[in-house]
């Protein structure tokens, strides 16, 4: 069973800079993509950026130059590295892994999986 958890978050300065890491663990397929989400209670949850196991990166416009995604494939390991954050960066972020898991034959289905989910507070 594929089990995927966040870390990192918390309390943060507006201007300050933070480190989110997600790891997953119990994956016996391939990992296709990786990536982070973000949600404010209240509203949908929202793409901040995925990295595909080939390092192709997407961002959401609001956070191109000051975040930054990348993973350690070996270790199913994802980080997003935020710099001058600000108070509408503020939400729940969430780490999601998707898998290529085979389903007999050649084929296969793809399956995400999310972990709880960690605060981002920024004050002002």
């Known amino acids: 069973q594929v089990q995927v958890a966040e870390s990192g978050g918390g309390w943060v300065q507006a201007g300050g800079p933070l480190r989110l890491s997600c790891v997953a663990s119990?994956?016996?397929?391939?990992?296709?993509?990786m990536g982070w989400y973000r949600q404010v209670p209240g509203n949908e949850r929202e793409l901040v950026a995925t990295i595909t196991s080939t390092g192709t990166t997407n961002q959401t416009d609001s956070v191109k130059g000051r975040f930054t995604i990348s993973s350690d494939n070996a270790k199913s390991t994802l980080y997003l590295q935020m710099n001058r954050l600000k108070p509408g960066d503020t939400a729940v972020y969430y780490c999601k892994v998707r898998c290529l898991e085979p389903v007999g034959g050649s084929a296969t289905r793809s399956a995400n999986y999310w972990g709880p989910g960690t605060p981002v507070p920024v004050s002002s």
């Open positions: 119990g994956v016996d397929s391939y990992i296709s993509e």
